[in-house]
């Protein structure tokens, strides 16, 4: 598969999405999902951090020593993520509270050091930064997706919006963590039920 | 790619210094910013906790609020919105996952907590994290501290669903804050 926008963007959504296919970036994905903001500002601080990464670490590319890569791509990604906590502490004090430790914790997520390894080590840096921006575009949406299901049925509510008209027992367990670990197996489930369905016609063929 | 150990060294301790000083500058531009945003944060909570309410908390504070030291123990006071003499006392203790700050307000006969309001945690986001939120904070207005607070249908409290550590912590932190703090200032209010 070559390396044109459409390509890499149809591969970080869909054919190798971080969360449903690579199955990475679970920590977060189980941490934040039972509500949709914190889902969306998390998505929304991963895909500056992956974008800004890979485009930092592709436009490296030539000088850094292999022996010191990950140590200089642990640097790069920590740099920019402190830099969006500080944004979000200075601008959105309100969110920075609820989000508590999980923005610094976007370090430790699989997914940018991933795409650093995968894809910015080795392409020019403005695909590079697509690459990471459609790689946090992938985790964004699938994060909402869950957020969305857990929040309707844990919480009654849309973006924190009540949806009380529908009167209907809250289900507790989709606030807790089991209740995404079930509907991320789920995801999983119904996104490999397809691809496999997939590649069944292809050979068919 | 290959190479040498001096060029290793020297690379990294460029790119080290380059991030060190881009950080260092983005930190200098916001940091009166954040500072000033936690301030506002702190005088919003300390109104909270009174029960006043305020659409421009610093200037509602800078108003109606005074700071005192009694015996050392350091608080403030306002009339809140019903028309009560309260004080606000800063407290502070162990959540699940770190150290819970906040204000807890008292009447001034130290019989009845007025209202609670957090400055700084970090429980569970959508879990214990939803002590910040306002049912939750509402139904410690008025209570009385007599005896040692429960949760359950008899104390009117609820906990919070699936963060039961965190609400246990609040109010082993409430009791505590009873026991230790309300108990010294109201030795030090009879002196």
């Known amino acids: 598969m070559g390396n044109s926008l459409k390509t890499v963007f149809y ?105 650093a390894e995968a894809f910015a080590r080795k392409n020019p840096p403005v695909i590079s930064f697509f690459d990471g921006l459609f790689a946090g575009i992938g985790y964004t949406v699938i994060l909402l997706g869950i957020a969305l299901i857990r929040e309707i049925l844990g919480f009654g509510t849309i973006f924190g919006f009540s949806i009380n008209f529908i009167d209907f027992t809250k289900w507790t367990i989709m606030v807790v963590p089991p209740g995404a670990f079930f509907m991320i197996a789920i995801f999983i489930w119904i996104a490999s039920g397809i691809q496999n369905r997939r590649l069944k016609k292809k050979e068919a063929k | 790619m290959k190479k040498g150990y001096l060029y290793t060294i020297v690379f990294i301790a460029v790119v080290s210094i380059v991030f060190s000083g881009v950080l260092a500058a983005v930190n200098a531009a916001y940091k009166s910013r954040i500072e000033r945003n936690v301030l506002n944060a702190e005088k919003a909570s300390v109104l909270y906790s009174m029960g006043i309410e305020a659409d421009d908390a610093v200037a509602v504070f800078n108003e109606r609020v005074t700071q005192k030291d009694i015996e050392g123990i350091y608080l403030y006071s306002a009339v809140n919105d019903e028309g009560v003499m309260v004080y ?22 130290l019989s009845t907590i007025k209202g609670i309001a957090f400055t700084e945690q970090n429980e569970t986001p959508g879990l214990g994290g939803r002590i910040e939120e306002e049912w939750y904070k509402e139904q410690f207005r008025g209570i009385g501290i007599d005896k040692p607070l429960v949760y359950g249908e008899d104390s009117g409290i609820d906990a919070i669903t699936g963060a039961t550590s965190t609400s246990n912590a609040i109010l082993q932190i409430m009791n505590n804050f009873i026991d230790t703090t309300l108990k010294e200032l109201e030795e030090a209010d009879g002196k």
């Open chain 1, 11 to 115: 591969r970080n959504l869909w054919g190798e999405n971080p969360v449903i296919r690579q199955i990475l970036g679970i920590c977060s994905a189980l941490a934040v999902t039972n509500r949709t903001v914190n889902s969306l500002v998390m998505g929304v601080g991963l895909m500056f951090v992956t974008a800004f990464s890979s485009l930092t670490l592709s436009a490296l590319r030539e000088h850094i020593p292999d022996r010191i890569r990950m140590i200089v791509q642990t640097l790069v990604i920590a740099a920019y993520v402190i830099i969006v906590d500080i944004f979000i502490k200075a601008n959105l004090p309100e969110i920075s509270k609820a989000l508590g430790p999980y923005v610094g914790l976007i370090i430790t997520n699989c997914i940018i050091m991933g795409r």
């Open chain 2, 88 to 109: 606000s006392i800063p407290f502070e203790g162990s959540g699940l996952w770190g150290t819970i700050r906040g204000y807890i307000s008292v009447d001034q006969g």
